[in-house]
């Protein structure tokens, strides 16, 4: 229960994060806080996999809350390729379009979390790699 809290901790902390710095050194427009948020809740949309086998949508929020069975299999976000893939377009985005840019940070940061803690927390990041 713990360690769910602390996920959930830092999965909140990581937008308002990259908030603060678009707030500090930024002109603020809230579209782009927006797609922030967006951005650090969009990877999670690869758990909708498992709502077909939840019975009611509490139970699927529940499930992914406090199992970690979700986490050991492959995710069409949560994987090194997808890491690295975003790392590039980050630094190409930062170059070009400030709303590409603070969606795709948050959007790695979010994965970064998942990363760090699936090492530390599951003790695996097996399912992380592509070929298995």
Known sequence: MK??????IFHFSAPLIVT???ILFFEVDVKNIFLIFIGAFFPDIDHLVYLK???????FIKFNIFSDRFRKEF??????FSMFFLMFLTAIFS???IKLFLFSLSFLLHLI???????????TISHWKLGR
Do not use: A, P, Q, R
């Open 75 to 80: 995710l069409i976000f949560h994987n090194v």
């Open 95 to 97: 170059f070009f379009s």
């Open 113 to 123: 979390i998942d990363f760090i803690d699936d090492k530390f927390t599951i003790g």
């Open 53 to 59: 086998y939840k019975k009611n949508l509490k139970e």
């Open 3 to 8: 360690n769910e809290i602390i996920h959930i």
């Open 20 to 22: 603060l710095f678009y």
